[in-house]
């Protein structure tokens, strides 16, 4: 009897422990669930950064869910072995070392324009609707919710993969059949650097003047001006497009 005692309390504990398990992951999906009802006030809610570690979950699902969180290591140490790939096909191909480091860097270039691009037309575009208000959360929203949670910093491996379809043909679109595998190269380097450089500006502690003020220029635009500021490895495309944003003396001033 004792013996059937001990391995019925057991079992209550396994079933109590499964119990709050779910209860908690239900609690942390909420946020998910509940920002397609926001309808206009989304776009408000989601620039009121809640500053923790840790951020809400995605899905119920332990597989789904682990596709959303990404250590930043995982970005070079996936993505540095396929930059070099690329590039050795436009060596094979016949290019030279100063080509291909040129067009390496045009890539890298490249890149830079399409970062800027997508931050502020993609990422930032206004929402109301339920569909609408989900897909940008998920996308971009909860960064800018949970700006300071590590795992949600870099993009994940799995869908940067099937990016890669259509901007290898964009890459082929706009050069040469030999050049296109090191300008792709460089661009997917660009995006490496891009990442890294992310999760860095959040989470580094800068110590020279260069990376300090890049730190600075990206947590501006999470905490004070959201509709500013889109470069992250450079401020160069919100020169060319105007969207530096203002200072604070010239601000206070108005």
């Known amino acids: 009897m004792g013996r059937r ?3 019925a309390g057991e079992g209550d ?28 006030s989304y776009q408000e809610w989601v620039h009121q950064p809640i500053v923790s570690k840790e951020g809400p979950r995605f899905f119920g699902s332990d597989f789904w869910e682990f596709l959303t969180r990404t250590e930043w290591w995982v970005i070079p140490l996936v993505w540095l072995p396929v930059v070099c790939w690329f590039v050795s096909k436009s060596i094979v191909m016949g290019h030279t070392l100063p080509q291909i480091a040129l067009t390496v860097v045009t890539g890298i270039g490249v890149w830079t324009l399409l970062e800027y691009t ?11 609707s339920y569909w609408g208000n989900t897909m940008h959360y998920l996308l971009h929203g909860c960064h800018h919710k949970h700006p300071m949670d590590g795992l949600r910093l870099v993009f994940p491996p799995a869908a940067t993969a099937v990016l890669c379809f259509p901007f290898y043909n964009f890459f082929k679109l706009i050069s040469t059949p030999s050049t296109a595998p ?48 889109f470069g992250i490895t450079s ?17 206070k001033s108005r």
């Open 5 to 7: 005692s001990e391995l």
């Open 13 to 40: 504990e396994r079933i109590w422990w499964f119990c709050f398990r779910d209860s908690l992951k239900s609690k942390r999906i909420k946020e998910r669930e509940r920002v397609g009802h926001l309808g206009e």
């Open 118 to 128: 997508l931050h502020r037309f993609l990422f930032h575009i206004k929402t109301k």
């Open 182 to 229: 090191a300008l792709f190269g460089g661009g997917l380097l660009g995006y490496v650097m891009y990442d890294v450089t992310h999760y860095y500006l959040h989470h580094g502690q800068p110590t020279s003047e260069v990376p300090k003020n890049l730190k600075k220029y990206h947590l501006n635009h999470h905490f004070r001006i959201q509709n500013k500021g």
């Open 235 to 251: 401020s160069l495309w919100d020169k060319v497009f105007g969207t530096v944003p203002t200072s604070m003396p010239a601000e």
